[in-house]
């Protein structure tokens, strides 16, 4: 079974502590060889509305950002160390429904 999970912590750090096996030395595994059986996208803050800009690029409404951070993660029960990764997920994992969702996989 593949767990698509969004992802959702008040700094990049806390989910990097919660997750060390998802990370390296130069950051973030977004993938790792076959047996890795995982895929990352990090996103970092989110941008819920865009600004809006006048004719001359100038800013009428700003955006509405949410500074956390902010990732997608799909995971294979078959990761071995799928069962202690959904756990550190838990208190990070957001329920968005499909259709409300800021990037999705292709």
């Not at 819920?48 to 009428?60: K, M, P, S």
């Not at 990761?79 to 838990?90: G, S």
Request: charged residues 25%.
């Amino acid at each position: 079974m593949m767990h698509d999970l969004t992802l959702r912590a008040d700094t990049e750090q806390a989910l990097a502590s919660a997750l060390p096996w998802l990370r390296s030395a130069d950051g973030w595994v977004l993938t790792g060889p076959p047996d890795a059986r995982h895929d990352l996208d990090p996103i970092g803050a989110l941008v819920r509305v865009e600004a809006v800009l006048d004719y001359d690029g100038n800013t009428v409404t700003p955006a509405d950002v949410d500074e956390r951070f902010h990732a997608n993660l799909l995971l294979d029960d078959d990761h071995r160390d799928a069962a202690a990764i959904l756990a550190a997920c838990e208190p990070f994992t957001v329920a968005v429904s499909p259709e409300k969702r800021r990037r999705v996989w292709a």
